[in-house]
């Protein structure tokens, strides 16, 4: 399948992506954004869309994914036309290559950067307190833990083969600004883990969100922002529940919804008005 693309500035040549036989392109939470992913293999969940939507930015924020995967939440957070820009971090090449297209057929290269490296080797290539934003959603399974997915991208997604949330929270602190904020999400099993690894690399738990499937079952989820040199004050959040007793989305989830579906309405009519 070829899908149009488009280089981003003052003159905008059409381009053509393609769409892998293995591959699926979907809407993007409902919303204008078009995502390619695997048919099987790493596809984004749930967790993404929460912490896109955790994650409050200020106009002219220089923001860092790691570990972005096929780039959902630069994409997310672009929409909202706040940050100055988003950076995107993978390893593995076969998703830096998906993120790639996904940014080109979103019309989104002039304000996502996207980077192929290890995580754990960014102090090499980036400056110390060059962003003001750092995002992860890391992963949470300790080696020799579980069982391991036999397809490779969903096994590094899940399992610290390449990088534990220490190794994410170390770079977030050197990269981060004092002030600047680090957002996460995480196993709420692991909540206690979390909390004490944010505090020992100077990223201070600030505000913390628990997420449940429903309200009858245990939390399974933690969202985190973490404010580097930030003082010990922790605010706790109400719950967030997923969907309701009849199963279907909470008035809460539909919000999250409705707030990104607008957001990307809003930029897809500024991206016709330049057109014009």
Do not use: W
């Not at 099993?189 to 690399?201: G, N, Y």
């Amino acid at each position: 399948m070829i899908v149009k693309g488009a280089q981003s500035g003052r003159k905008r040549k059409e381009l053509e992506v393609s769409i892998h036989g293995d591959e699926t392109l979907d809407a993007l939470v409902n919303t204008r954004l078009k995502i390619i992913q695997k048919k099987r293999g790493y596809r984004y969940s749930i967790d993404t869309i929460l912490l896109a939507h955790f994650c409050k930015l200020k106009r002219g924020d220089r923001v860092i994914d790691l570990g972005t995967g096929n780039a959902v939440i630069p994409m997310l957070l672009a929409t909202q036309s706040l940050a100055a820009q988003i950076v995107g971090v993978e390893i593995q090449a076969e998703l830096i290559e998906m993120a790639r297209r996904n940014v080109m057929i979103n019309h989104m290269g002039g304000k996502i950067v996207l980077m192929h490296q290890d995580v754990r080797d960014l102090p090499k290539f980036l400056d110390k307190a060059s962003f003001d934003v750092v995002i992860s959603n890391p992963p949470y399974r300790p080696v020799g833990t579980g069982r391991v997915n036999p397809d490779r991208q969903s096994a590094l997604a899940r399992h610290e083969i390449l990088g534990s949330l220490k190794d994410m929270v170390k770079v977030a602190s050197f990269l981060l600004r004092v002030s600047g904020r680090f957002y996460v999400i995480y196993p709420s099993s692991r909540t206690v883990d979390m909390l004490l690894i944010l505090r020992e690399s100077n990223l201070e738990p600030k505000r913390i969100q628990i997420v449940h499937s429903n309200a009858k079952e245990d939390a399974r989820l933690v969202m985190a922002e973490g404010v580097k040199g930030g003082r010990r004050e922790l605010r706790v959040l109400k719950p967030l529940f997923v969907y309701d007793p009849d199963g279907r989305h909470t008035k809460e989830m539909e919000g999250i919804y409705s707030r990104l579906q607008g957001s990307t309405e809003g930029i897809e009519a500024r991206r016709r008005k330049s057109n014009s």
